[in-house]
């Protein structure tokens, strides 16, 4: 069993940056293939970026240029660096893991753990 566990939220204006953490309990985790959701209140879990085993990326279009989504193998832990918040990257982001391989890392039944989330606010 897997646990997730994010960091890194909080409070921030428009045009500023956050760093998101998701640690790993697994000592396997380089051979995990790792998302980032969010969720605004009021609207559904989406997608916003995830990364394979192998270090390939993949970002949702409303935060391409934006975010950016890395892994620390050593650490057990990936990250999601956020750059030009806007007042609608509000939400709840999730982190999610996902051992085998799947056809676009982009839906959320493709992931198998998750973690609990954290608060993102962006004030305009």
């Known amino acids: 069993q897997v646990q997730l566990v994010e960091s890194g939220g909080g409070l921030v204006q428009a045009g500023g940056s956050l760093r998101l953490s998701c640690a790993a309990t697994?000592?396997?985790?380089?051979?995990?293939?790792m998302g980032w959701f969010r969720q605004a209140p009021g609207k559904e879990r989406e997608f916003a970026a995830a990364?394979?085993?192998?270090?390939?990326?993949y970002y949702a279009d409303s935060v391409k240029g934006r975010f950016t989504i890395s892994g620390d193998n050593a650490k057990n832990t990936v990250y999601l660096q956020m750059n030009s918040l806007k007042p609608e990257d509000t939400a709840v982001y999730y982190c999610?893991?996902?051992?085998?391989?799947?056809?676009?890392?982009?839906?959320?039944?493709?992931?198998?753990?998750w973690g609990q989330g954290t608060q993102v606010t962006v004030s305009s």
């Open positions: 999610a893991a996902v051992r085998r391989y799947t056809s676009t890392y982009s839906r959320i039944d493709e992931y198998d753990y």
């Open positions: 697994e000592r396997t985790f380089s051979t995990y293939n």
């Open positions: 990364i394979t085993w192998l270090g390939r990326t």
